[in-house]
């Protein structure tokens, strides 16, 4: 009996060497990684593959040659549009002011002579400074490297030169035959992008979600996927080692009961779970979700990015309050969807674009005190933001000072 108990082991150690040499160590090391996490978890034994999913394409094509100006959107000009447009033959000589409010790109087909100072190259190049001497982090290598980042968004343009070299997941819920949307690739490059990024250092998981409620009227909205999308992130890091689980989960949406929108406790459920898990949800909701209140900046097209005086406070009722902290918003420059080097330049941003850049110093925060917590990382923001007087407001706000920030962070 000995005996032949003594051959099944044998037998069974052979096979598994040969199971062994059909992997390579890092496969195997895998292998055993998913075994191990799943055999001890709770949620879903469904194994992920890591990888890009959904690979999308951009949209190059021009929109054709405008004979006349266009005319603002409900009198908003900010609205206006003229990216990927041919404007060469337009005189736009008596719309100086205006230009720099509208929205362009580098596909954007300008006349040869351009009126008083007005020079979009450089408005763009402005435009992706992080500003608030983020860049001086960068060059210390405070960068956010070693620290991943999810963003649950639309659609996203998987090729740009921004952010595909950082693209580690990319996945759609539900599946979509959808290439392209500008937000996207925005809030994607302004979180991580090489050249527009708070944290270019940063790896990135993406998934893609859908606002429109399948179970609903036509142009119903729901926040089923997105929360889908958050508990997506979360079942990744049960695969992923300490070192690279994802710590901050950027929302550019402001998920409310009051909004019409169906799901949201699905929302919240989602919300819970990451805060059990230790996964930061930095949305535009932070105020309800967390108590977080911040706001956001607009600043001159060709001010410094990196001093406080070309700044001023967005003017909306809802930022008045006292005790918000404010951080870079409008006059960015990001990726655009129009081709892998291309870039969209807004004067407008709004919360979408600030949510990212939060999730981008949070990352950049981890990387010099893996122990921080999203309550030490705000309370460390107020107490490191520089007071200003605002010319919008008309009373001192508190702007958010990243390198101080950080310096704090890196002492505790």
């Given at each position: 009996?000995?005996?032949?108990?003594?051959?099944?082991?044998?037998?069974s150690l052979f096979v598994l060497i040969i199971m062994l040499m059909g992997c390579s160590d890092k496969t195997f090391l895998q292998s055993l990684g998913k075994i191990d996490v799943y055999s001890a978890s709770n949620e879903s034994s469904e194994i992920i593959e890591i990888g890009i999913h959904k690979t999308t394409k951009p949209n190059p094509e021009t929109h054709g040659t405008l004979d006349s100006f266009p005319e603002a959107p409900n009198d908003n000009t900010t609205r206006i549009d003229v990216g990927s447009y041919n404007i060469s033959k337009l005189d736009i000589s008596k719309y100086e002011d205006l230009l720099y409010y509208i929205r362009f790109n580098t596909k954007t087909i300008w006349p040869e002579k351009l009126p008083g100072n007005f020079d979009p190259n450089k408005i763009i190049e402005l435009g992706k400074d992080p500003g608030l001497n983020v860049r001086d982090l960068h060059a210390q290598g405070i960068d956010g490297r070693g620290i991943s980042i999810g963003?649950?968004?639309?659609?996203?343009?998987?090729?740009?030169?921004?952010?595909?070299?950082?693209?580690?997941?990319?996945?759609?819920?539900?599946?979509?035959?959808?290439?392209?949307?500008?937000?996207?690739?925005a809030v994607a490059s302004l979180a991580v992008g090489k050249t527009t990024g708070v944290a270019p250092g940063a790896?990135?998981?993406?998934?893609?979600a859908s606002w429109d409620d399948e179970n609903g009227k036509e142009g119903d909205m729901t926040y089923r996927y997105y929360a889908e999308g958050i508990h997506r992130l979360l079942d990744i890091n049960k695969q992923l080692p300490n070192k690279e689980k994802i710590k901050v989960i950027s929302i550019s949406a402001n998920p409310s009961p009051d909004y019409g929108v169906s799901n949201y406790a699905d929302?919240?459920?989602?919300?819970?779970?990451?805060?059990?898990?230790g996964v930061f949800i930095m949305a535009v909701s932070s105020d309800v979700d967390y108590g977080f209140r911040f706001g956001g900046l607009s600043r001159e097209p060709l001010g410094d990015p990196n001093d406080?005086?070309?700044?001023?406070a967005t003017d909306l009722n809802e930022w008045k309050d006292e005790g918000r902290i404010f951080f870079p918003m409008g006059s960015r420059a990001f990726a655009s969807?129009?081709?892998?080097?291309?870039?969209?330049?807004?004067?407008?941003?709004?919360?979408?674009?600030?949510a990212p850049y939060i999730a981008g110093l949070y990352a950049m925060a981890l990387q010099v005190n893996p122990e921080i917590t999203p309550?030490?990382?705000?309370?460390?923001?107020?107490?490191?933001?520089?007071?200003?007087?605002?010319?919008?407001?008309?009373?001192?706000?508190l702007i958010a000072n990243p390198v101080n920030l950080i310096t704090k962070l890196a002492e505790k």
């Open positions: 009996m000995k005996r032949i108990t003594a051959i099944k082991i044998m037998v963003i649950v968004d639309v659609t996203l343009f998987t090729g740009h030169d921004e952010y595909r070299d950082n693209l580690i997941y990319y996945e759609d819920i539900p599946k979509s035959d959808a290439e392209w949307h500008m937000h996207g690739a790896k990135l998981y993406f998934i893609e929302y919240e459920k989602a919300l819970n779970r990451a805060k059990e898990e406080l005086n070309s700044y001023y969807y129009a081709g892998e080097n291309d870039y969209t330049w807004m004067r407008s941003g709004g919360a979408s674009w600030t309550d030490l990382f705000w309370s460390s923001v107020e107490e490191t933001a520089d007071v200003k007087m605002d010319s919008v407001y008309n009373k001192n706000i």
